[in-house]
Every structure is written in C-alpha cells, then in structure tokens.
C-alpha cells in the first residue's frame, strides 16, 4: 500500500514538472522571444523585421515601445520616418520601405502645416493631410513649440501655409535635410534571444530659432541609428 502511495504521488509530480518545463504551448515559449523597440525620434517611425523580406512590421509613435513576439532567429531591423501619420492601415506590400514613400505631396502637407491646417486636423479632418500634421503637431511639441507654430526649413522662413507651393531652393534644401541616411535605417544580425530591447533615434526633427524676435520651428535632421540597449 505504502508503495502504491509512494509510486502515484512520484508520478504526479512528474506529470505536473512535464506539464510546466516540458510541453508549454508554443505561443507561451515564442514570447519568450522576440524584440522592443523604441522610438527615441520626434516623427512617427515605420519598422520592420526582416529575413528574405519583411516578416513583421509596425509603426510606433515618439516615445512609445513596440513589443514584438517572434521564434529565438536573426532578423535584419528596418525603419523609416513615417510622415503620413500612424492612421494609415500598414500592408504587407507596404512592409518593403522605399526611398519613394517620401512624396512631395505628403512633404509638403507635413512641413508646411500652418496654424489653420491643424485646428482642421484638430476638428476631424481625414485624409493624409491631417495624419501629416498630426505627426508634425507632435514632433512641433517634442520640441517644446507651440503645434500652430511657423515653420522654416534650413533657416528658410516658409510662407502660403498648406496648399502652398514650395519653391526649386527649398525642394533642394528639404532634399539635403531628408537624405536615406537621415530617415531610413538598417541594423542586421538582431537576435531575438529574450527579447531585446533596441532603440531608434535621429531622423527629421524641429529645432526653435528666432526670426524677427519669434520663436520659429526650424525642421533640421540627424542620422537615424538603430542600437541594442
């Protein structure tokens, strides 16, 4: 009897060590792995995780954290400036991050957002304009600015607000500022190991000057960088 005792409380505890080691759901053992990543830049940024191509993908907003759960493998971080805003709905054709995506008509909606622009935003707006200058309203307050705040490219003073044109030296000037360096990164070889954490910073930002004794929001950028931390 003793032995009977003995032999079914030895199985017992085998069953519940197996049942806690030995065959936990494979979702439980995935979330072990994976990545999170940081927004350090003042701009919406588009990332991905990639192998042959892009495998998963997302947009995190300044400051936030995007938690991705993935298998213990190598992957190859991508991201990009995202000036469309985070409403846009991601696809997977859209997870290969082109040079290209930095149209002129979203560039313009983005540096140029006046004041009455973003009270429009504030009210409901749709479309890509308002989700542009959403994401400048907020990189406008990152930098402790005001969001209806007058803006200048290089140093330039902007005038006509959106739905303006942007002259041939401000195109090229916002072309010297928004090179692939200073909106777009890649770091491979990331392991997923228990979750690392990375961060990305630089990238397209507003620095305050002042101009005629205002304070003027002056879009300047830095190299993006994707570090382990």
């Not at 990332?47 to 298998?71: A, C, D, F």
């Not at 971080?77 to 082109?98: Q, V």
């Not at 929001?217 to 960088?225: G, Q, W």
Request: proline letters at 4%; charged letters at 15%.
């Amino acid at each position: 009897m003793k032995t009977s005792i003995f032999t079914s409380i030895l199985h017992y505890l085998l069953f519940a060590f197996c049942v806690s080691n030995c065959a936990l759901p494979a979702e439980a053992k995935r979330r072990k792995h994976g990545f999170k990543i940081v927004n350090k830049s003042a701009f919406p940024i588009q990332v991905s995780l990639n192998q042959v191509g892009p495998l998963y993908w997302g947009i995190i907003e300044p400051g936030k954290t995007w938690h991705r759960p993935t298998g213990a493998v190598w992957f190859t971080i991508k991201s990009e400036t995202y000036f469309e805003g985070a409403s846009k709905k991601i696809k997977t054709k859209d997870a290969i991050i082109p040079v290209a995506s930095i149209v002129a008509a979203t560039l313009l909606a983005a540096v140029t957002a006046g004041a009455s622009a973003v009270a429009s935003a504030a009210a409901g707006g749709a479309g890509a304009l308002s989700t542009a200058v959403a994401g400048t309203s907020g990189a406008l307050v990152a930098a402790g600015l005001p969001a209806t705040s007058s803006l200048a490219i290089g140093g330039a003073l902007l005038g006509g607000g959106v739905g303006g044109t942007l002259s041939v030296a401000t195109r090229k000037t916002i072309d010297k500022i928004l090179t692939k360096k200073n909106v777009m990164a890649s770091k491979a070889g990331c392991y997923a190991r228990k979750c690392p954490t990375y961060e990305i910073s630089g990238g397209p930002r507003f620095d305050k000057m002042y101009k005629d004794g205002k304070e003027v929001a002056n879009l300047v950028a830095s190299p993006m960088k994707i570090r382990k931390v």
